[in-house]
């Protein structure tokens, strides 16, 4: 099993800054890929970002291209998601998720990926 704990939401106005943490442990052998989804009240759960298991290759959605950072820490076993220029729409429920197969053009679906988080609240005021 993969234990995956995010940390750092909160509550930030608009055009601020927040940077999430995914703590990784257990049997992360196997796993290639690393993401973020969040899911707004009334709304399905939308990819946002993620990178290999190396932290050779990412992807972004459209939504928070040029905004948001993803990267890996391989000595501390954890991502990142660095959420720059902050708007309303931002507000979500943010989870970080595993998963161990790797298949082009479908990891920025949920049912690609194996484990998943509690998920962080992020609240953008205006």
């Known amino acids: 099993q993969v234990q995956l704990v995010e940390s750092g939401g909160g509550l930030v106005q608009a055009g601020g800054s927040l940077r999430l943490s995914c703590a990784v442990s257990?049997?992360?052998?196997?796993?290639?890929?690393m993401g973020w989804f969040r899911q707004a009240p009334g709304k399905e759960r939308e990819f946002i970002t993620g990178?290999?298991?190396?932290?050779?290759?990412?992807l972004y959605a459209d939504s928070v291209k040029g905004r948001f950072t993803i990267s890996r820490d391989n000595a501390k076993n954890t991502v990142s998601l660095q959420m720059n220029s902050l708007k309303p729409e931002d507000t979500a429920v943010y989870y970080c998720?595993?998963?161990?197969?790797?298949?082009?053009?479908?990891?920025?679906?949920?049912?690609?990926?194996?484990?998943w988080g509690q998920g962080t609240q992020v609240t953008v005021s205006s």
């Open positions: 998720t595993a998963a161990r197969r790797f298949i082009m053009n479908l990891m920025t679906t949920a049912t690609s990926y194996d484990y």
């Open positions: 257990g049997r992360t052998l196997g796993i290639n890929m």
């Open positions: 990178i290999t298991w190396s932290g050779g290759s990412t």
